[in-house]
């Protein structure tokens, strides 16, 4: 599967951003995971949906600020971002695991910049 994340940008603090994730391939046997990577900082997992599409699971930094979904049908998953932070600012991917829930991510895009500005 390809992926490719894009809606990145520099947004206020107390803004919201809404990621997208553009798969090829048998998008419905993924989990899709999101993952962050802070300046000088390692890749962070933050959110993943689960294959079924019935769970979804989040770090706690970003729980109830953030909300992952996908559709399906357009072969894409999103991540709204609400109440942002600077601490936030990163870059964005997203990934996909061939499995129920998401894994260290098999499947990577490139991904997207968000800046917070406080």
């Known amino acids: 599967v390809q992926l490719q994340a894009s809606g990145g940008g520099l947004v206020q603090a107390g803004g919201s951003l809404r990621l997208s994730c553009a798969a090829s391939?048998?998008?419905?046997?993924?989990?899709m995971g999101w993952f962050r990577q802070a300046p000088g900082k390692k890749r962070k997992w933050i959110a993943c949906?689960?294959?079924?599409?019935?769970?979804?699971t989040y770090l706690d930094s970003v729980k109830g600020r953030f909300t992952a979904s996908r559709d399906n049908a357009k072969n894409t998953v999103y991540l709204q971002m609400d109440s942002l932070k600077p601490e936030d600012t990163a870059v964005y991917y997203c990934?996909?695991?061939?499995?129920?829930?998401?894994?260290?991510?098999?499947?990577w895009g490139e991904g997207t910049l968000v800046t917070v500005s406080s």
């Open positions: 391939g048998r998008f419905g046997r993924y989990a």
């Open positions: 949906i689960n294959r079924s599409d019935d769970d979804r």
């Open positions: 990934s996909a695991d061939e499995t129920e829930w998401c894994g260290v991510g098999h499947y």
